[in-house]
């Protein structure tokens, strides 16, 4: 890898996922808008949004694939992701209905597959060994770009009117600042509902700034591809590839025992594990993201530029929580630390319950606290996976799509209950998580214990793929593990 490439990828490769932070997690300062954009319902809403995780699960499978397969051209790949995502973040808050914004998801959560997948080898394959610092950028990147989201929004959101009554002509005719309220005056003789507002929703700007960034971004992965990769350089790569290749790539990666050095039973147990670690760390993250507004405006009425900075003041801890993570672990073994933050959001969901739901002041400091707590849940539980077993780039991708899942069916079951139960089912569901989480992250630390790590006091683990890409040449396939 040529050393001016390293050094341009240092900018690009963080807005990659700063933009995915933009565009994935617009839709939740303008949660409200879109309700009034599609003519959908909160149930209806957020059921749409989960089409970025149906998205992200296809998009990860497909990405894990073809870039085991096309390496050489992963700028290539993000770039055409960045682009499709932008032209569909455009059109976006033009969706005629819910099910139209379900699909402008799926393809928003797909292309996010995708980058993760190529971004993440990207920054591996050009730094290496020195890839720890880079891949952290990314991480905070995602919070930063979350946290940017809201401000920018603010300025284009609908501001609704309060709830009037007047009469006029004989006609009693009432005005509505929320689709929530309606219910409670069906009943009423010869009644007009009309919502009012008293600054109508422009949230069309905000989407096509953000689509117009992506598209400028995704031309530097362009040139990275074209112009900073050599023919020499992808001709020497491609000739390497092949049928053995392909194959030792499908056998090693998905054979749990490659992982678990040969401990098939046990890495089928740590990925199982591990699947509903994400399940739950992910879901909760987001679920969380996409309902703080929600909450504070229908419950304690807070106008929207307060509860978008409270919206924006979560993803400002989920990016301070995990540089805290990133400092905090070189003292604390993973092992230690994965559970204080478990154990973190557990207790912040107590707090929830007990003290949130009727001061906003609890609302404000629990919201901070559960932030700091979540953020560094995904690197640490990647980190502690990688401490038992080898953490291939499928293996990844097997426990991300835990994520996937987790947040189709945490947003799938807030829409219901909260339509349904009434606002407190929020933090109800938040306390849920925690709870959830600290089940599984016990049984991950007693099976882990039980069976101890890759690195064993003196005993280590080592997997040796001899020449991989000399296999390649010599079609001559050797793996083994040795203990020293």
Known sequence: MIESECNFVDIPCPLDVFLQGLFLELNGPTFKDLQIKTGGTTEEIARAITGRSVGTFLGAVCGGIIVEVFDNYLNLMVGVALSTASVVTAIAPWSPNPSVYWMISMFQGLCEGVTDIAGHRLILTMWLDKAASPLHALHLGFGVGSLTGPLLADPFLAVPDNLTSNTTNGTNQVVFNSIDNISEYTNLPYINVRPKYIKESRIEIVYAIVAIFTACISIAFYFFQFCLYTKKTITNRTEKRGKLQLKSVIQETVDPANCA???????????????????????????????????SIDHFKLGGSDASW??????????????????????????????????????????LNIFAYNSTLALWVCTISIGIFLAPLIPSGIAWGNYYVRMTGLAIMFTLQGGSVGSLVYMWVIGHIYETYGYRTFLYQAL????????????????????????????????????????????????????L
């Open 261 to 295: 050095g040969g401990r098939r039973f046990f890495g089928i147990q740590i990925f199982i594990l591990l699947f509903f670690f994400f399940f739950n760390a992910i879901g909760d993250e987001r679920m969380y993201g996409k309902f703080i507004r929600n909450f």
């Open 310 to 351: 409270l919206n924006s003041s979560y993803w400002i801890c989920i990016t301070i929580g995990r540089f805290i993570g990133f400092i905090v672990s070189r003292w604390i073994h993973i092992r230690h630390l994965i559970i204080i933050e478990v154990f973190g959001v557990l207790i912040t969901g107590v707090f």
């Open 432 to 483: 849920a998580g925690g709870i959830l989480l600290v089940m599984t992250t016990i049984i991950m630390t007693l099976i882990g214990r039980k069976h101890g790590g890759r690195i064993v006091e003196n005993e280590v683990e080592i997997d040796v793929s001899i020449g991989v890409e000399n296999n390649l040449n010599n079609n001559v396939e050797e793996k083994h593990t040795t203990k």
